[in-house]
């Protein structure tokens, strides 16, 4: 990090791999949904959501219909959201949480924190209100269908998210999303599905500070 964690006014939470082990739960979800069009077209989607981490359901499996299975038009689109959904919802309900978030809440009191992440945003604010969590995040809770980038513009304008600030991610667009707003950066690394992350970041300009999860930030 460039700044000591309690000179941010804003902290941006990606959710799946950060907040939550639940990358596994929505790799799975994908191929579950998906397998009604075969096992080879559930696999290319898997490889496509693990390639594209941090990107919303909404688009994977718009790029699945199109590109996938070259499926005539986007009628199956609800039905493949629904079915992921319903795999989805009870393991965010049931996945570990990020040891010494609380912690790091009670360490940071002035700092407006909030989630942006790929994940439906409706969803994730009845999973986060489910586990007792949502009162962390005072800046508020956004995800899908809305763009990462869209959000953190949104917010931007409107005051919401205060610079300076820091967004923790454990994809590369998490990177990209901050570096394109300008704001800090920080890999959470334990649960991540980025393949070949040691190898990306080891060529950004400027250098991008790693931790192995939330509880190591106390450190």
Known sequence: MVRALTEYRSLIFDCDGVLLDSNRVKTDAFYQAALPFGDKAANALVNYHVANGGVSRYRKFEYFLSDIVKHENMDPLNELLSRYAERVRDGLLACSVADGLGELRSALPNSNWMIV???????????????????????????????????????????????????????????????????????????????????????????????????????
């Open 117 to 219: 992440s790929g994940g439906d945003q409706g969803e994730l604010r009845e999973v986060f209100e489910a586990r007792g969590l949502s009162h962390y995040f005072n800046g508020g809770i956004f995800g899908s269908p809305t763009d990462k980038q869209e959000i953190l513009s949104r917010e931007l304008k409107c005051s919401n998210l205060v610079l300076p600030a820091v967004f923790f991610g454990d994809s590369r667009y998490d990177h990209e999303s901050a570096m394109r707003f300008g704001l800090d950066f920080v890999f959470i690394s334990e649960w991540t599905e980025f393949s070949g992350w040691q190898t990306y970041f080891a060529d950004q300009s400027p250098a991008v500070a790693h931790y192995e999860n939330i509880r190591s930030l106390l450190a």
